[in-house]
């Protein structure tokens, strides 16, 4: 079955306190992104990867690290938690942007099932 | 200004009408467009994708893309109360990479 795994799915810990939330894809995507989402703000991305050793920025990465040294997975590292980074996170994969006659487009994001952090 | 903006709802529509759903975008590099259904406690899933001018079809779902006045909507015929969720757009905006910005989303409530 194709999909994207998330562990672990809830996470009670304090502050700083080093963690790793890790995500697997067995779709053999190359585009990777996690995101966290809290009422009222939507999905935000945190970081993204277009391939294996290839990560960047999104707009909220303050906070974390990833590293994409595998295609299939894709940790996110909070070094030192905070309470404001309680939330819950998703993963999510694709096939990645293509290029067909100049013109771009990327596929649809495969999300996993969410990790619910708290940081106390 | 937010990037991509969303009326957060809550839009209530009885069965079997169309619901509406609009988000605009600021970023006049954006390139594709989702709208992303989640139910609660549950992660989003893609309902329709666009990524030209003009209207696309899938079942009892339209998407509709204007990207001259930056505007997509999702339209939900006969609307039915398994339709009750957080619709969320998004955008996909080329930055050397690309990255995606979701809206905050509309909650829809259907009413049997």
């Known amino acids: 079955e194709a999909q994207v795994t998330q562990n672990p799915r809830y996470l009670i810990t304090v502050t700083g306190k080093k963690l790793t939330v890790t995500c697997s894809q067995n779709?053999?995507?190359?585009?990777m992104s996690w995101y966290r989402q809290d009422p009222g703000l939507g999905l935000r991305q945190i970081y993204y990867?277009?391939?294996?050793?290839?990560?960047d920025k999104g707009d909220v990465p303050e906070g974390y690290k990833v590293s994409r040294k595998e295609k299939r997975n894709f940790p996110l590292i909070l070094e030192s938690p905070s309470p404001n980074q309680t939330s819950l996170y998703f993963c999510a994969s694709s096939q990645g942007p293509g290029l067909a006659g100049g013109v771009s487009w990327a596929d649809t994001q495969y999300f996993g099932p969410g990790t619910r952090l708290t940081v106390l | 200004q937010k990037e991509v903006e969303q009326n957060s709802g809550p839009l209530s529509v009885p069965e079997g009408a169309i619901a509406s759903l609009n988000c605009t975008y600021s970023d006049r590099g954006s390139q594709s467009f989702f709208w992303y259904r989640q139910y609660s406690g549950k992660s989003p899933e893609l309902i329709m994708s666009i990524y030209s001018n003009g209207d696309k079809e899938d079942g009892r779902f339209t998407a509709q893309l204007n990207k001259a006045s930056q505007y997509v909507s999702l339209l939900i015929r006969d609307s039915q109360p398994s339709d009750s969720a957080t619709y969320l757009c998004a955008v996909n905006i080329r930055t050397g990479g690309f990255k995606t910005i979701f809206g905050a989303g509309t909650r829809l409530f259907v009413k049997a």
């Open positions: 990867s277009m391939n294996v050793e290839v990560t």
């Open positions: 779709m053999n995507h190359e585009y």
